[in-house]
């Protein structure tokens, strides 16, 4: 329902959520919100399912703490309600409130469910300055804490640790974040912008960790091969390259230890378009090496053409695993299906998955032979088909 800050230039009222008042399915054709004798047409869209609104704003004296609003709502068919609610004005909001309250709005708006990682709280910490800039591609050899550094180029650690705290890496270039020779990165609220560049994978392939991190503008997010670990992380908004390329938020490969994870209410949005299976939220299967250890906990994800696709190791090498999937949430948004499985995968567990709107998944599974076919799984048939 609606509720009230202010901002520097005096009190707005912002309509978050009239789904009461209209249809899930229908934008009102007319939404209007009163205080007093003022009246404010509502430039209304959709902020997330089923909640239609915008913002208005009134000035109020100064030392208002609560105000009368009334909301009217008029259907596309004409009908009109009205609703009147006592709304607690706030202090004033500062700058960083506002953009905080924009970026929840946007994570809203793409489905992201309450919890899971969004626009509002990953990247640098909202309000930071960057105190250092950094031109061109950085290769560090001895341990190097950088923050509130804007970095234009790649990062590379060789044989040493780099921590990234609060901090931009922009680049168009291949592997944004890279290590060489048991070197290591670790970062802490890092945006990794892949400045739209065709250069394809943003983090790979060995001893990366991000924490509360943002990748978008890349075309593929992270290549998971060996201790690449994602924490409460948000891929998003893959370059698409006028359709040249197939996109995944994350991608397993094989290789290396494996001891890859995705977790803590990290959020993948992949790309939906037409040309392969394979574009996808995350793909998993040994292609150029065996696959190992690899683990999607507590992990939302949603769109590509198949949202997730697993798949055999190719010819030459194997699946040892475990390859695990615990409580992963699916938006149910894609182009073909929930989840592709290539023909008897082995040490592939499934553990509490399932859709947003609690129906089946859709599901494509290939067989010996290579022709595939669609059915409908409920989260009991795909335990039962790869239990914990």
Same mark, same amino acid.
């Given at each position: ?19 009461? %008042? ?11 919100? /009163? ?24 000035? #109020? ?40 309250? *924009?970026? #929840? ?16 709280? /990953? ?20 341990? /190097? ?7 234009? &180029?790649?990062?590379?650690?060789? &044989? ?8 931009l890496v922009r680049s168009?270039?291949?592997?944004? #974040? ?15 912008d892949g400045l739209?560049?065709?250069? &394809? ?38 370059? @698409? ?21 995705? @977790? +803590?209410?990290?959020?993948? #949005? ?7 299976? *394979? ?10 090496? +065996?696959?190992? *250890? ?9 769109? &590509? ?25 699916? !938006? ?31 599901? %494509?599974?290939?067989?010996?032979? !290579? ?13 039962? *088909?790869?239990?914990?």
């Amino acid at each position: 329902m609606p509720n009230a800050y202010t901002s520097q230039q005096g009190p707005t009222i912002r309509v978050l959520n009239v789904d009461a %008042l209209v249809s899930a399915d229908t934008e009102p054709s007319q939404l209007t919100a /009163t205080i007093g004798d003022a009246v404010r047409e509502v430039p209304t869209s959709e902020l997330w399912a089923g909640r239609w609104g915008g913002v208005v704003n009134f000035l #109020l004296p100064d030392g208002t703490e609560s105000v009368p609003m009334k909301i009217r709502v008029v259907s596309q068919g004409g009908i009109s309600s009205t609703i009147t609610k006592y709304l607690s004005v706030a202090a004033p909001s500062s700058p960083a409130d506002l953009e905080r309250e *924009a970026r #929840l709005e946007r994570s809203r708006a793409a489905g992201i469910p309450e919890g899971f990682a969004g626009w509002h709280d /990953t990247g640098p910490t909202i309000g930071t300055e960057f105190t250092t800039v950094l031109d061109g591609d950085q290769t560090f050899t001895e341990d /190097t804490s950088l923050a509130a550094t804007q970095i234009n &180029g790649r990062v590379i650690a060789d &044989g040493c640790t780099v921590t990234l705290t609060d901090s931009l890496v922009r680049s168009g270039s291949n592997l944004r #974040l890279h290590t060489v020779n048991g070197g290591s990165i670790v970062g802490y609220r890092v945006e990794l912008d892949g400045l739209g560049g065709q250069g &394809g994978i943003a983090v790979g392939y060995n001893n990366i960790e991000l924490f509360d991190s943002l990748i978008h503008n890349c075309v593929d997010g992270a290549r998971l091969t060996n201790r690449i670990k994602l924490h409460h992380c948000l891929i998003v908004d893959l370059t @698409d390259n006028d359709k040249k390329d197939h996109n995944d938020c994350v991608q397993s490969t094989g290789g290396g230890a494996g001891d890859c994870v995705v @977790d +803590d209410f990290s959020t993948l #949005l992949g790309n939906r378009k037409s040309g392969t299976f *394979a574009n996808s939220a995350a793909i998993v299967g040994g292609e150029t090496n +065996d696959q190992r *250890a690899i683990l999607f906990e507590d992990v939302y994800m949603d769109g &590509g053409n198949c949202t997730l696709y697993v798949k055999n190791a190719a010819e030459g090498y194997e699946t040892i695993g475990p390859i695990v999937f615990r409580r992963v949430l699916f !938006g149910g948004n894609h182009r073909y299906n929930d989840i592709g499985l290539s023909h008897e995968v082995p040490n592939l567990h499934f553990e509490d998955c399932r859709r947003v709107d609690g129906q089946p998944f859709s599901m %494509l599974l290939y067989r010996a032979d !290579g022709s595939a076919h669609s059915d409908s799984w409920t989260p009991a048939d795909l335990e039962a *088909a790869h239990p914990a």
